[in-house]
């Protein structure tokens, strides 16, 4: 036992070891980042603007991500610093959801749902930093308007997605706190598929509509897109006409989405923490933060940063600077979802032990 012990306590060390080096390393890239998000040469005033494909071999139709522009000197680093923490974020993600098809004891509702979001952050990660990793090595390379399409449908739809998807999660630990008998009745198997199917075919509805509508939008001008992925502030500038109809309803889908899902969060803690810390004992403050801990923290990296960039004009910030703060959710939140799990759950650290012990087991003779 004492070994044992001893081994999770050491494995802890690791991974936050790990999570320290990895998120010291992510602020100073972003602090450098920051420091040179302002071009140090431009074009003299009335020069025209060279084409982004220019020496390039791009069909003339395609459009060409900038991710980066400014700081050519810093792509290889970035390339292998983005790279590391895509392989992380895959392996993080995927223990996750082996660990829940594996362990009996992570068949519970809490942690169908914690796999549904191993699941999207796997599916966000795929779409976003191949591309990334690719504008980085193989600057000017074009990409179809089919193929940013189909990057905006992924990216709205998982964005959507996870924040359906985290009030489940949230709910799920109100009624296992506040309504202990009732949980099984209201928590049933068949509602939590139901909910997740929910959860998903909402993202992808919601983003269907505005990658169509935005789409169907004439692009002119010089076809650069100022972002490392294909974004709806990015390409609103190349298009032209009219746009503030969608931009209206842009910013009340973004409300909707993201504002109203977070006030349903908040008020589902309001509704566990108020009655937990009144219980006149030593184990009940300590219940709901050891089970919802963990969620809280996803809750307020994920919303902290993806606030910053879908609810603030677009006057208030530069393109250098929003590829940055767009780095926290596409990026970091990602990869430290499933550490934070990993830490601060200790049922999936439990989990984690048996498979270990089990798989050691059936390789001894």
Known sequence: MMVMMMMAMVTMMVVMMVVMVTVTVMVVTMMLLLMVSMPTTRAPPGAPEAPPCANRSCAPHDLVLLGFAHVPALRPLLAALFLAMFLLTLLGNALIVLLSALDPALRAPMY??????????????????????????RPGRGVSPAGCALQLLLVLSCVTSKCFLLTAMAWDRHVAICRPLRYCALVSPRFCRLLAATCWLAGVLVSLVFTIWLFSFPFCGPHGIRHFFCDIAPLLSLVCGDTSVFEASVLAATVLVIMVPFCLIATSYSKILAPVLCVPSATGPRKAPSTCASHLMVVVLFYGTTGVIRLRPKASYSPESKQVVSLSYTLVTPMLNPLIYSLWNKEVKAALGRVCVQRRGTRTP
């Open 112 to 137: 169908f749902f914690l796999c549904h979001l191993a699941l999207l952050e796997i599916c966000f990660s795929l779409d976003i930093v191949p591309r990334l990793l690719v504008t980085l090595l």
